[in-house]
């Protein structure tokens, strides 16, 4: 997905470039606004941002501030943040849909309910309702 494709409302997770200040990756990500530098700069020091972040870009960026686009976001503990375009890793960014799934397993034992939940909850599924019916 790249850039152009994001829309506001819609929930992303993607990597981002620099580790050190803006951590490794950001999951369920809600995206708030598209905004311009002036407009990011209202809410926090985008300049001074930008200075700390930019020798962990790729060494091909152009130092351009002031001509980039610039996302806010909500993160999962509801906290928000300001990032540069340049910062994300374009091919990272992964639309968040959430689905809903109902699976039958044939032949269960009453016991299985906790060890399903457990498997689940591995691969990263924890909101997990197991309804048991009888057969």
């Known amino acids: 997905m790249n850039f152009s494709e994001m829309k506001v409302g819609s929930t992303y997770s993607f990597s981002v470039h620099s580790s050190h200040f803006l951590g490794t990756a950001f999951v369920k990500a809600k995206?708030?606004?598209?905004?311009?530098?002036?407009?990011?700069?209202?809410f926090e020091p985008?300049?001074?941002?930008?200075?700390?972040?930019?020798?962990?870009?790729?060494?091909?960026?152009?130092?351009?501030?002031?001509?980039?686009?610039y996302f806010l976001?909500?993160?999962?503990?509801?906290?928000?943040?300001?990032?540069?375009?340049?910062?994300?890793?374009e091919n990272s960014i992964a639309l968040w849909e959430s689905v809903q799934y109902t699976?039958?397993?044939h032949d269960a034992q009453l016991s299985d309910a906790d060890r399903i939940k457990a498997a689940l909850?591995?691969?990263?599924?924890?909101?997990?309702?197991?309804?048991?019916?009888?057969?």
Do not use: D, H
């Open 31 to 42: 995206l708030l606004a598209v905004m311009n530098f002036e407009a990011a700069s209202a």
């Open 46 to 69: 985008i300049e001074q941002r930008y200075a700390e972040v930019f020798p962990s870009l790729p060494p091909e960026t152009v130092r351009s501030p002031k001509t980039q686009q």
């Open 73 to 89: 976001f909500q993160q999962q503990n509801g906290q928000k943040i300001i990032l540069c375009a340049q910062w994300m890793i």
């Open 103 to 105: 699976v039958t397993i």
């Open 121 to 135: 909850n591995g691969i990263g599924l924890t909101n997990v309702v197991v309804l048991e019916t009888q057969a």
